[in-house]
């Protein structure tokens, strides 16, 4: 039973005047990564192959996540009229592929498995909560604050399961700590930034990943504040099995945060070079 549907959200409250710039090429890519999470769940369901309760808990998860998808899909049409959400996301499902044909999990096992998930949905929940809090705008607003909402409860299902398998499967704590720390990592790979390129640039432009994650990540890391970070880092610790209201989650997030400033200023920096680079041969072009 999926917890909201489209037609709950006061989609004629939309306000254009209040729309972020920023924002919008932010949502696009987003609502693609989101609704490709059925791939996910066939990739779960093969991992997780003897295992029905898991595998219908993951079937549900991945209705929640397309609705994401299909709800800032809708909201990115909204702000940009000209902007094709299917068109967007054939491009996106055309040159982006997971492997769901696995019988194991990348991770190495089932509870690396589980790890890698909450750090997904741990960044996620962290994310639209930002993005919540930050937007004037109305229906992306409401959007954002029911998306979290599912995030964090994804967070508890993937959370409650890894405790099942770790009491069977025994994970050591460095092994646990290296797959949140590797997934997290993840986030700067191409799934993100080659929605960035799909659901923003053209489709005869080339994609470069160093030009789209600092497009996607620039703007992104610019919506976070503090405690969306100390909240996150809360949830990483749970997921590892560390105290998460602790001095030492305290100071990670006080490190995250540093980093997350240090390269959002470096994904900017990226950005503003290469608007100068383009900006004569505009000029000339006009
Ligand atoms: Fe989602
Ligand atoms: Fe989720």
């Known amino acids: 039973m999926k917890h909201w549907t489209l037609d709950q959200i006061a989609w004629d409250r939309f306000d254009p005047s209040k729309v972020d710039p920023e924002i919008v090429p932010l949502v696009k890519a987003a609502a693609l990564v989101e609704k490709n999470g059925v791939d996910y769940a066939i990739y779960l369901n093969n991992v997780f192959g003897d295992d029905p309760d898991f595998r219908q808990a993951a079937d549900n998860w991945a209705v929640e996540e397309v609705q994401h998808g299909d709800a800032l899909g809708k909201w990115g049409e909204l702000a940009d009229p000209s902007w094709s959400f299917d068109d967007a996301f054939t491009r996106y499902r055309a040159g982006y592929k997971i492997d769901v044909k ?6 190495g096992s089932r509870t690396g498995e589980l790890i890698a998930r909450c750090m997904v949905e741990t960044g996620t929940s962290s994310y639209y909560t930002a993005l919540g ?21 994804h967070f508890k299902l993937f ?3 890894m405790k099942r398998y770790l009491a069977r499967e025994k994970l050591s704590f460095p092994k646990r700590l290296r797959v949140a720390a590797g997934r997290i990592g993840e986030s700067e790979d191409d799934e993100l930034s080659f929605a960035y390129h799909c659901g923003n640039e053209s489709a005869d432009t080339p994609y470069s990943h160093e030009r789209c994650v600092a497009g996607y990540m620039g703007r992104a890391m610019g919506f976070y504040r503090f405690r969306h970070i100390e909240r996150g880092m809360g949830m990483v610790f749970k997921s590892i099995g560390l105290e ?34 383009n900006a004569p041969a505009t000029r000339a072009a006009a």
């Open 102 to 107: 696995a019988d194991a999990s990348i991770r």
């Open 133 to 153: 809090e930050s937007t004037e705008e109305p229906v992306l607003k409401q959007v954002c604050k029911l998306i979290a909402a599912d995030e964090y409860r």
């Open 159 to 161: 959370y409650d399961h």
């Open 244 to 277: 998460p209201r602790g001095r030492l989650s305290d100071l990670a997030a006080k490190g995250a945060w540093r980093l997350l400033c240090w390269r959002r200023d470096r994904y900017r920096q990226a950005l503003a070079r290469a608007a100068n680079e």
